[in-house]
């Protein structure tokens, strides 16, 4: 009745934006993503009659949602609205599973949470497939992912490792939501992603909260809509043929898509800081003098650098040299959650 | 034959972006600006045979379209089409006129060109209106509107004082695509328009070359058109109403929605510098503190704050304070194209 798992985090290169079911959490477009090795969180799961409640300690902090009862916004609203989340995500696996035990739950992330690195997607991918293991069930990886989906979206592209596709599916219920394969790690060893951590405040407005303010008040939503389906495209052949250009230049594209959502919502989301435009602008200037790099960035400040092995060097060097950058951390295409034998309790 | 006007340079409320037909000059959508107080050209214009050449001299430096023949990219290439755009449009002022004679043009700004600040718009509705008086045309503001419409689009709004909407009109031959004054200058004295220069650098990509990659590729320009009728309404009411929050509002939403056209276009075109948005979250933290003010920036790194005369003098305070900002203008609404007694030369 204890597994641990160890999942990693994906970046997306086709972004998800928008629920068109909250509860279930169920997409309007799919999307596409590379899982990160390097970047991951290890969690273990014990469900037990020796604990009389849940216990749920993340990053050494434990969980307390009752006796969090006046939280001074934004964070503290978000923290135990988080809280809910896995409780809630632990109960789903307990009915699955049919058992009744209380849980204990440590995770433990190798990054910092909150600051735009999909933090929730590995950590819900990790609860997901260490607790069914504990919990007695026995579910096939897509079964995981439409599990790990209901936690947090994103987290259903990290039960598969290399280039994954979380297809948005068109059933109420969501059993045709879940992520896919498009091509393991090893089909394409050179692709890397640099993250360059520039701050590590916690933000402002949470994905969630975003997304919703896009569905509700966004002008170019309809737009968005239309055409992500030729960048799912694009992107997915471009994987397939190991069309480097052509994955990169379109990825930048869909996030620039995606901010172009945010900075006209209403009222407006504007993730980028002055240090995030000063990394842009270098990088829009390297790749036209001959270094081919582009960049992604989700719903926070950090930019994640798309380039092949070869120019790793380069970059890490013009980066380093950007004052701005606090940390730079290289990822190639990583293995999707698996079970662990150490356990961190 | 000899005539002089100073026109004032206007900033739009309600962007322009975006030609349905590049050659008559006549826009997607309908737009909204105040001509501000301040910002002026001063052009003289003499039709005469005294002359065998056209001479235009801008801002003291004589305009020669046939000996540059090899100009080296972008900025010299951008400086033989603005010259065929002042020829041009003073052979179209010249048929209109029926005259023949050469003609000789002294125009002069009092602030730095081509660095988003409407100096196109300020330049060719000084120039049509004194060209207009040199050639004997007797034209009311509504024909020298059209007139100077052919020569840069938002031209045509500086012609009149205030508030003031482009009207996109509907027909082939343009003949119902003009400005008309919303509100004069006194109907709204407290309202300003700061406009803070960040970099008096030249744009790379002018918004004429911005507008047409736009119209061809970006993926939300049609939900861009659905929805700028709003945003015209909503200002135009405002205006009239003297409803400060409701244009400030709506005015930093049109512009948001503008820049993610832009961003999303292929390729790119990001205006924005790292010090733009650095005074743009500055802008939203202080209106979030109490300080009411909204901004708009044009196809350029500037930004201009759109406040009330009240909240001038802290505004202006704080903008001192950071280093980023080379110089402050403060614009009170302006007065439209005007003939003047003193000539250049």
Request: proline share 4%.
């Given at each position: 009745?204890?597994?641990?798992?160890?999942a990693n985090?994906?970046?997306?290169l086709?972004?998800?934006?928008g629920?068109?079911?909250?509860?279930?959490i169920?997409?309007?477009n799919s999307?596409?993503s590379m899982t990160?090795?390097?970047?991951?969180?290890?969690?273990?799961?014990?469900?037990?009659?020796?604990?009389?409640?849940d216990?749920?300690?993340?990053?050494?902090?434990?969980?307390?949602v009752?006796e969090?009862?006046?939280?001074?916004?934004?964070?503290?609203?978000?923290?135990?609205?988080?809280?809910?989340?896995?409780?809630?995500?632990l109960?789903?696996?307990?009915?699955t599973a049919?058992?009744?035990e209380?849980?204990?739950?440590?995770?433990q992330?190798?990054?910092?949470?909150?600051?735009g690195?999909?933090?929730?997607?590995?950590g819900?991918?990790?609860?997901?497939?260490?607790?069914?293991?504990?919990a007695?069930s026995?579910?096939?990886?897509?079964?995981?992912?439409?599990l790990?989906?209901?936690g947090?979206?994103?987290?259903?592209?990290?039960?598969?490792?290399?280039?994954?596709?979380w297809?948005?599916?068109?059933?109420?219920?969501?059993s045709?939501?879940?992520?896919?394969?498009i091509?393991?790690?090893?089909?394409?060893?050179?692709?890397?992603?640099?993250v360059?951590i520039?701050?590590?405040?916690?933000?402002k407005?949470?994905?969630?909260?975003?997304?919703a303010?896009t569905?509700?008040?966004?002008p170019?939503?309809?737009?968005?809509l239309?055409?992500?389906?030729?960048?799912?495209?694009?992107?997915?052949?471009?994987?397939l043929n190991?069309d480097?250009t052509?994955?990169?230049?379109?990825?930048?594209h869909n996030?620039?898509?995606?901010?172009?959502l945010?900075?006209t919502?209403?009222?407006?989301?504007i993730?980028?800081?002055?240090?995030?435009?000063?990394?842009?602008?270098?990088?829009?200037?390297w790749?036209?003098?001959?270094?081919?790099?582009?960049?992604?960035?989700?719903?926070?400040?950090q930019i994640?650098?798309?380039?092949?092995?070869?120019?790793?060097p380069?970059?890490?060097k013009?980066?380093?040299a950007?004052?701005?950058?606090?940390?730079?951390?290289v990822?190639?295409?990583?293995?999707?959650?698996k079970?662990?034998?150490?356990?961190l309790f």
């Open positions: 009745m204890k597994a641990t798992a160890r985090v994906n970046i997306a086709v972004k998800y934006w629920k068109r079911n909250k509860k279930l169920l997409p309007y999307s596409i990160c090795d390097g970047l991951f969180t290890i969690t273990t799961v014990e469900f037990s009659d020796k604990y009389n409640r216990i749920i300690v993340i990053n050494d902090e434990e969980l307390k009752e969090d009862k006046s939280p001074s916004p934004p964070f503290a609203a978000a923290r135990v609205k988080d809280e809910k989340d896995v409780l809630g995500h109960e789903r696996i307990r009915q049919g058992i009744k209380k849980v204990k739950v440590v995770s992330s190798n990054f910092p949470v909150a600051a690195l999909a933090s929730s997607a590995s819900l991918a990790a609860i997901t497939v260490a607790a069914a293991k504990a007695g026995n579910l096939d990886q897509k079964e995981l992912s439409i790990a989906r209901q947090s979206g994103s987290a259903c592209r990290s039960i598969f490792g290399g280039f994954v596709e297809l948005r599916g068109e059933k109420e219920d969501g045709d939501s879940y992520a896919v394969q091509a393991p790690p090893e089909h394409w060893l050179e692709f890397r992603l640099i360059t520039l701050s590590e405040e916690k933000k407005v949470g994905s969630r909260a975003g997304m303010q569905v509700e008040t966004c170019y939503y309809e737009n968005w239309k055409t992500v389906n030729q960048d799912l495209e694009i992107i997915r052949k471009g994987i190991k480097f052509s994955v990169g230049s379109r990825a930048e996030c620039l898509k995606m901010h172009a945010m900075i919502t209403s009222p407006a989301i993730y980028w800081r002055p240090e995030t435009l000063k990394i842009v602008q270098n990088i829009l200037g790749r036209e003098g001959g270094l081919e790099c582009y960049f992604t960035i989700d719903a926070g400040p994640k650098i798309i380039c092949l092995e070869k120019d790793v380069e970059l890490k013009r980066l380093q950007l004052k701005d950058v606090k940390k730079i951390i990822c190639r295409p990583g293995e999707g959650t079970l662990i034998d150490e356990h």
